[in-house]
């Protein structure tokens, strides 16, 4: 991936097995975001090859449409539309042709989930920040995606809602959701058995799995059968 | 100074008594105005979006002719039109000349560019946000360009007032394309510039105060619209 002449990702392969739990690690502009843009199908690579389920992805415009609907990105600072709290956590569902009382449940449910009930006829613009992350979090929820992509979930949200949206990627990552979430953070020490791809200056430089004791363990030692999604040179 | 307080006062009189000269005028100016500015924003609002939402060869170009058409004075569209719809014109068979309707038509090709311009300039100072957005919840890219519209419908909104705020306020086309016929093309300001050359100075000052109270109410909601 680049940016003008600035190549903002250069790596060689990557595999991401479904249901995974995966932290990507660097510091600004190590191509994190760059990285979570193309898992969220938003952006071609300049060169190689992005697989799903196995597959090289077609980047045409309806094969997108419904890659779209399986990945979902929540940005660091999300965008919130000019409407209230339901339209915004309605919108995917709409596009997705889910209305009426069972759009309502979603949104209902979406809401209650990361502690939001009776904000829906809010409007979305005048909410704080951690509110504004947790209806964008609780936009990703409504569509049940399988794969969840947190572009920086902590870095602007208050202590609460740092632990709501920290519970919730725990209960989706046990519903087998695949969770993806980029940080420049240290992982903390209660997140154990997740991988850590290490970023830095758009390269992978480390791959790793945490554990309880603080050992980390290669890529290599581990095994996966069912590798889903990846990106590769050329494969 | 006391020509001046008198014809105010005088024209004061005329606005309250509803003068049907200054009523058709009012009339007239309104109605070629908001024709032409429903037009001109349908041509030069998706223009605006087309061109600001696109990446092709030339777009620079494109955008600098947009930009230099905003300044094309008033009497040269009025000329080019004529040309067109006068007798001799390849128009002429139509019979447009001196009619609202060619009023209207040099009204769109004032106010287009405008209405493309600030479209333009919505959508190059849209928030980057929001298409990736639209687009990572699911939704198909005309449904994410119509949020995208939804999103900056405030500053649609100023470009379609703004080409109505030209349209008003211009005299060249009205008077060339008009002919400033009264009771049937004469507007405003074309009948501001007869009947003050004429020594009617206070039914022009009477014109003049209700186009002002038209181009300050365009303005306020265009300074309302732009600190939403």
Known sequence: MAYGQRTALDIPALELEEGCRVYLVGANGSGKSTLLSLLAFLHPPADGTLFFNGRPVEWSPSSLLRLRWEATLVHQSPYLFHETVFSNVAFGLAARGIEGSEQRRLVSKALETVGLEGFAHRKARALSGGEAQRVAMARALALRPRVLLLDEPFANVDRETAWVLRDVILVLAACGTTVVTATHDLIPPCEAGVRIVRLAEGRLCADTTSSRNGRAETADDRTGPDRRQGAGPGR | ?228
């Open chain 2, 1 to 228: 100074m006391g020509f001046l307080f008198e014809s105010f006062v005088a024209s004061l009189g005329l606005i309250a008594s509803a003068s049907p000269d200054i009523v058709d005028a009012v009339y007239t100016s309104l109605a070629v105005s908001i024709g032409a500015t429903v037009f001109s924003s349908v041509l030069g609002v998706p223009l605006g979006l087309l061109v600001g939402l696109s990446e092709f060869p030339l777009k620079r170009l494109v955008i600098t002719i947009l930009n230099s058409l905003m300044a094309v004075p008033t009497v040269v569209v009025g000329l080019f039109v004529y040309g067109f719809i006068s007798r001799q014109g390849p128009l002429g068979a139509l019979g447009l000349l001196f009619t609202p309707t060619a009023i209207v038509i040099g009204g769109v090709l004032l106010a287009a560019p405008i209405a493309a311009n600030f479209s333009l300039a919505a959508v190059r100072g849209a928030d980057p946000r929001i298409l990736p957005t639209a687009l990572t919840l699911g939704a198909s890219r005309a449904r994410a360009i119509v949020r995208l519209v939804a999103e900056i419908r405030f500053g649609i909104a100023a470009a379609v007032i703004a080409g109505f705020g030209r349209v008003v306020s211009e005299v060249g086309v009205a008077m060339m394309l008009g002919g400033n016929i009264r009771g049937y093309t004469r507007t405003m300001t074309t009948a501001i510039a007869l009947e003050t050359s004429k020594g009617e100075f206070a039914f022009g000052m009477a014109l003049g105060i209700v186009l002002l109270a038209v181009a300050f109410a365009v303005n306020v909601a265009l300074s309302m619209l732009q600190r939403r």
